[in-house]
């Protein structure tokens, strides 16, 4: 079943299925205006959705999944510009499947929702992010617990931004 979500009420929903979808795996993909699929990204554990506004304006809707970058822990691994529509398709059990934002210029973004959310993930994401330290430092020892109590601060702050 898919359901249109009301323009003033994304802000909430966006909140919403944050929160219900959150770790999660999902599949990414981004079609042009022509339909051409012109980025897929797979698959990362669900962090958020959140809108991007510009004063009181939507400007935009942004996507975070886990990347396992230090560095790109807090940056939206997709972004739709002047969306327009928001549809989710939910499956038979009534849970989140398929999310699709269509914006002005045609543009759409898919996100495939996988599996339940597991907080084995985010254990997960830590350890990658604390590697990706290990991997900037030019693989030389340093403080591993320093990295892994960081990488947590890290997935912890970029979890707050969907509360």
């Not at 304006?57 to 975070?64: A, H, K, P, R, Y």
């Not at 997709?78 to 009534?94: F, N, S, T």
């Not at 495939?112 to 604390?130: F, I, M």
């Amino acid at each position: 079943m898919n359901k249109e979500i009301k323009r003033n009420t994304w802000a909430k929903f966006c909140k919403k299925f944050s929160s219900d979808n959150r770790y999660r795996d999902v599949k990414i993909k981004v079609r042009d205006k022509r339909k051409n699929d012109i980025n897929t990204l797979e698959p990362f554990p669900f962090m958020g959705l959140t809108l991007a506004k510009k004063g009181r304006l939507i400007d935009g809707l942004e996507f975070f999944a886990g990347w396992g970058d230090a560095e790109r822990v807090l940056s939206p691994v997709a972004a739709i510009k002047e969306p327009l529509k928001v549809i989710v398709k939910l499956d038979q059990q009534g849970r989140d499947e398929q999310l699709q934002v269509v914006a002005k210029d045609g543009t759409e973004l898919y996100i495939e929702l996988y599996g339940e959310p597991d907080r084995n993930r985010q254990h997960s994401l830590v350890e990658k992010v604390a590697y990706s330290m290990y991997e900037k430092r030019g693989y030389t020892p340093g403080d591993d617990r320093a990295d892994w109590l960081e990488a947590e601060r890290k997935v912890r702050e970029a979890e707050l931004q969907f509360v």
